[in-house]
């Protein structure tokens, strides 16, 4: 279980302290799909960053299985079985997908099994499995391969900034699936997506609204996102990319 407790994030902005992220408290069940979403600029990409480490919150507390986490580095959290798959993916020149698999896995994965995680996000696995991870690789093929990274890691928490930025529609749908297929296998981890689109708050068991960041309201898909369809921006769209 995750457990934020009144995380507030500030920046310096020409001198002064601007608030980012407000008082925000959020506990993250195990075996819980939980989206979060809200408007634009509202501190929901802010928030993933700080679950994973690579934001430090300014005051407040995560803990994670009880464990205060809150002064960890990335990559020890990582160790604890974090998974963050950025909303615009990292490439890595000189790095083979095959290579970023297994180092996600931890593991040797044979080839057969690294293709898996590839086809599971709807690549070609055989046409990407020894390509470089560098600029020939498109903004959406990109993203594909970190949430499969994601994927192989089996992580105790997985976060999901945006997944479905620069996916073409029928990945989406894949995207989608793939969620729910790894939803319905977790029992002692948790999935938590920081989303706009309706057909993903859709498979939310829980949805939380940031909103100038601070919690807005929280509750079942089926409390939260009849409010949210038509007033959530971008609910509707999914971009081209590949």
Request: glycine content about 8%.
């Amino acid at each position: 279980m995750l457990e934020l407790r009144n995380i507030t994030f500030n920046v310096d902005d020409g001198g002064q302290d601007k608030e980012i992220i407000r008082d925000v408290s959020l506990t993250i069940p195990d075996g819980r799909l939980v989206v979060v979403t809200g408007p634009n600029g509202g501190g929901k990409s802010t928030l993933a960053r700080i679950i994973a480490g690579i934001e430090k919150p300014t005051s407040g507390q995560i803990l994670m299985d009880g464990e205060d986490i809150t002064e960890k580095t990335i990559t020890e959290r990582a160790r604890m079985g974090i998974g963050f798959a950025f909303q615009q993916p990292v490439r890595f020149k000189g790095i083979r997908v095959l290579d970023l698999i297994r180092l996600a896995a931890g593991k040797e994965l044979s080839v057969l099994d690294a293709c898996k995680y590839l086809s599971a996000v709807g690549l070609c696995a055989r046409d990407y499995i020894d390509r470089e991870i560098n600029n020939s690789l498109s903004g959406g093929e990109l993203k594909r391969i970190e949430i499969a990274s994601v994927l192989a890691r089996d992580a105790k928490i997985s976060v999901f900034d945006e997944p479905e930025a620069g996916i073409d529609l029928w990945s989406f749908q894949n995207l989608i699936d793939v969620f729910k297929k790894q939803h319905a296998k977790i029992k002692d981890s948790s999935i938590l997506i920081i989303s706009h689109q309706e057909r993903i708050l859709s498979i939310a068991d829980e949805i939380v609204v940031i909103s100038s960041g601070a919690v807005d309201r929280r509750g079942s898909r089926d409390e939260i996102l009849p409010s949210l369809i038509g007033t959530v921006s971008a609910v509707k769209s999914c971009t081209r990319a590949v």
